[in-house]
């Protein structure tokens, strides 16, 4: 909790007469002034059993709640739309019905204007409800009834619609995420008949019948389809497109910040593997002046968010340009806000931070610094999600030892990494061909190292055409590092 929501807590808890004497202040005194807060000593600080405090851990999450939903109520406009509906239902109880409606009517058309499909149609529901169980004013006035069915309809539509969509959606990622891109013709093809029938079930209503979030889904759809199949030109014109929304529809920058962000990450991501210089930095530009504006209160999941999605762009950007030294001055700037706790993502993309970091130091000759980060992927716990990552990380780590002359370890590690790359999904050719031109390496003369190089750049040249292994070689610059050995 931020300073300010404690204050407010506090204010909310004392209410009414209340005391800080009551256990449950006394409780939440406790827990904020311990890091790590012990069952033990909080029994035994506030003198009561072991059953009683788990009773007052729960009243007093209730109540932390209550406090932060009171907070937002005006910020978020789904909990104050879900607020006037319980309003609603309050007057409904005691026979206000006319009240109600009313209050509905009003409650709608807010739904309405900020794309609240789900909240709309439990309105209209509940109006519907009113008016077949009671004898109310509507039924004066010419076709109501027909136009709060007809509304009721559309809207039913309109949330089976946007639910398939994503669906939709969600299906084309998982299978980026089981899968992987499209490697073969087989697989090419397999691909494009599973989008031609899913393009089936998209293809209900035209483009311009769709809502906000229908029209996003879609493009976020086509994007993820097209970037399974390698084709990141088309699945960056996509991105641009999903982005594009928000700026036809300016407050939903507002009332789902989370979405725009990702949605500047893609273009910025898919601009990276294009080598669009211009689309990344207008995005990198995008992302701060978002965050660090005042036309948009974000709150802790946002901001942190936002920053992670911003600082892995601004990496993009100046890897792009070749400006190494400010990446690794950004790589220290994000450790030191780490290690302050101001900038926790989680683990997995903590991890992909520690490889920007390695990547930053490796190309400014820091290599003992990069394999510190590199180690600190490798030992995670947590473990890594993306096999891409530690293949990249695996393979940085090999090139760091043998630019310190650890051939011993370069020589056992490589091992290890040849067989991560058979059994792995995510394996490009220039991956195999690091691995022989360090083993080729490895066993020749430092008098003929130049030769083994030439070598090497040769057959990673015959094979960068393809558009798997300019995404491997975007991630894992081995032209850099064979480049520095002319």
Not at 441 to 462: D, F, G, M, R
């Amino acid at each position: 909790m931020t300073k300010a929501e404690k204050r407010n807590f506090k204010l909310f808890a004392t209410r009414a007469g209340a005391t800080t004497d009551n256990k449950f202040i006394r409780l939440f005194d406790a827990i904020d002034k311990s890091p790590a807060p012990e069952d033990s000593l909080l029994v035994k600080q506030l003198s009561i059993t072991s059953g009683k405090l788990s009773n007052l851990k729960r009243h007093l999450y209730q109540q932390v709640l209550t406090s932060l939903r009171l907070i937002y109520i005006n910020k978020e406009i789904d909990i104050e739309l879900r607020q006037q509906i319980d309003f609603t239902r309050i007057l409904y109880g005691k026979g206000h019905y006319l009240d109600s409606l009313r209050l509905l009517e009003r409650a709608k058309l807010t739904a309405v204007k900020h794309n609240q499909d789900l909240l709309h149609l439990e309105i209209l529901e509940f109006q519907k409800l009113i008016e077949a169980r009671h004898v109310t004013l509507s039924r004066q006035v010419d076709n109501k009834m027909d136009l709060l069915l007809k509304e009721s309809t559309e809207c039913n539509q309109s949330v089976l619609n946007n639910s398939e969509l994503f669906n939709i959606n969600i299906q084309v990622h998982g299978l980026y995420i089981e899968h992987g891109h499209s490697r073969t013709a087989e697989e090419l093809a397999e691909n494009e008949e599973f989008w031609t029938n899913t393009q089936k079930r998209m293809a209900r209503k035209g483009p311009s019948d769709y809502t906000f979030h229908q029209k996003i889904n879609r493009s976020q759809a086509t994007m993820w389809f097209h970037y399974i199949q390698l084709d990141f030109r088309e699945a960056l014109d996509d991105a641009v497109e999903a982005s594009n929304m928000f700026y036809l529809n300016p407050q939903m920058m507002v009332k789902d910040p989370d979405l725009y962000l990702r949605c500047l990450y893609y273009v910025s991501m898919l601009g990276y593997l294009t080598k669009d210089e211009t689309t990344v930095r207008r995005n990198v530009t995008k992302m701060d002046k978002f965050l660090n504006g005042d036309d948009v209160l974000l709150n802790g999941n946002s901001r942190q968010l936002g920053e992670t999605y911003l600082n892995l762009s601004r990496f993009n950007h100046l890897f792009m340009t070749g400006d190494h030294e400010e990446a690794y001055q950004l790589s220290q700037k994000i450790l030191a806000q780490h290690t302050l706790g101001e900038f926790l993502p989680s683990s997995h993309r903590w991890a992909l931070f520690l490889f920007k970091f390695a990547a930053a130091c490796f190309l400014v000759k820091r290599f003992d610094e990069a394999l510190d980060y590199l180690n600190e992927i490798i030992n995670m716990r947590s473990g890594i999600f993306r096999e891409d990552l530690l293949i990249n990380t695996r393979l940085l780590h090999a090139l760091c030892n043998f630019e310190l002359t650890n051939y011993s370890l370069v020589d056992y590690h490589l091992n290890s990494v040849s067989r991560l790359l058979n059994r792995s999904k995510e394996t490009a050719q220039v991956h195999k061909l690091s691995v022989s031109g360090l083993r080729r390496l490895l066993k020749t003369p430092i008098a003929e190292h130049q030769q083994v190089y030439t070598v090497l750049q040769e057959e990673i040249n015959s094979v960068a055409d393809q558009a798997f292994e300019r995404k491997a070689l975007i991630y894992l610059d081995l032209n850099w590092w064979l480049n520095s050995k002319q």
